[in-house]
């Protein structure tokens, strides 16, 4: 033991004085800033805004509440950018899976923050572009809900059976696919037969944000980033 010691504290020894930088060598700079609005104590938590690429506040809405979880996407036939948001009371989980109490949903226009209707529970969606033309269907199917793929003006169009755990470009094949699970133990991944992949989503496909999301299918959040406008 006392070897092995001595071997790990003289390679700490040995390599320690190579991580040190003189502080000469380095030049610090600031390259952007913005300001918060208030002093630190002073701020007010805002569950949904929308900040531009400068940092700068362009809409808001909500003053409390726990946002448990929302998504972005380009919905209808003219892609419009639309922000969802739910807003819970509680939440446990166990054996059996999450419940959720208090449920509230938020839709608005993701650009001007103007509150939307889209005729249905988005509660438990997810925006995955089936069939390649750079616009989203709302798969329902996270959350505990049997998987199933809505207009945006209401009705459904396809039914997903099983839970849904994971909407993205998995395939070699236009469009994204869906991945589901049944309670027994079957893993499925179902695919638009007729998809074509239009610039739109290609450019959707290549883009670092996405990619990168799709290397953290692991963590809970992914499934709803890989949306996106």
Same mark, same amino acid.
């Given at each position: 033991?006392? =070897?092995? $010691?001595?071997?790990?504290?003289?390679?700490?020894?040995?390599?320690?004085? %190579? %991580?040190?930088?003189?502080?000469?060598?380095?030049?610090?700079? $600031?390259?952007?800033?913005?300001?918060?609005? %208030?002093?630190?104590?002073?701020?007010?938590?805002?569950?949904?805004?929308?900040?531009?690429?400068?940092?700068?506040?362009?809409?808001?809405?909500?003053?409390?509440?726990?946002?448990?979880?929302?998504?972005?996407?380009?919905?209808?036939?003219?892609?419009?950018?639309?922000?969802?948001?739910?807003?819970?009371?509680?939440?446990?989980?166990?054996?059996?899976?999450?419940?959720?109490?208090?449920?509230?949903?938020?839709?608005?226009?993701?650009?001007?923050?103007?509150?939307?209707?889209?005729?249905?529970?988005?509660?438990?969606?997810?925006?995955?572009?089936?069939?390649?033309?750079?616009?989203?269907?709302?798969?329902?199917?996270?959350?505990?809900?049997?998987?199933?793929?809505?207009?945006?003006?209401?009705?459904?169009?396809?039914?997903?059976?099983?839970?849904?755990?994971?909407?993205?470009?998995?395939?070699?094949?236009?469009?994204?696919?869906?991945?589901?699970?049944?309670?027994?133990?079957?893993?499925?991944?179902?695919?638009?037969?007729?998809? =074509?992949?239009?610039?739109?989503?290609?450019?959707?496909?290549?883009?670092?944000?996405?990619? %990168?999301?799709? =290397?953290?299918?692991?963590?809970?959040?992914?499934?709803?980033?890989?949306?996106?406008?």
């Amino acid at each position: 033991m006392k =070897r092995v $010691c001595a071997v790990l504290c003289w390679v700490f020894v040995r390599f320690l004085p %190579a %991580a040190v930088v003189p502080a000469a060598e380095i030049d610090l700079q $600031c390259v952007t800033q913005f300001s918060l609005g %208030a002093p630190l104590g002073q701020l007010r938590v805002v569950p949904m805004v929308l900040f531009d690429g400068e940092g700068r506040r362009v809409w808001s809405d909500l003053d409390k509440g726990h946002m448990d979880m929302g998504w972005v996407a380009r919905l209808g036939k003219d892609g419009r950018g639309t922000a969802m948001a739910i807003r819970i009371g509680g939440k446990t989980a166990g054996p059996q899976g999450f419940h959720r109490t208090g449920v509230e949903e938020f839709v608005y226009d993701a650009f001007s923050g103007q509150p939307r209707k889209l005729g249905f529970p988005v509660f438990g969606s997810l925006p995955v572009d089936l069939n390649g033309d750079g616009k989203h269907e709302l798969v329902l199917g996270l959350a505990s809900r049997e998987g199933s793929v809505p207009e945006v003006q209401g009705g459904v169009l396809v039914k997903v059976p099983g839970r849904v755990v994971l909407g993205s470009k998995i395939l070699d094949r236009p469009g994204e696919q869906v991945v589901s699970y049944t309670p027994e133990g079957t893993v499925r991944i179902w695919t638009d037969a007729s998809a =074509r992949d239009s610039e739109a989503a290609q450019r959707r496909y290549r883009h670092r944000f996405y990619q %990168a999301n799709q =290397r953290l299918t692991a963590t809970g959040a992914n499934e709803i980033n890989l949306g996106g406008l």
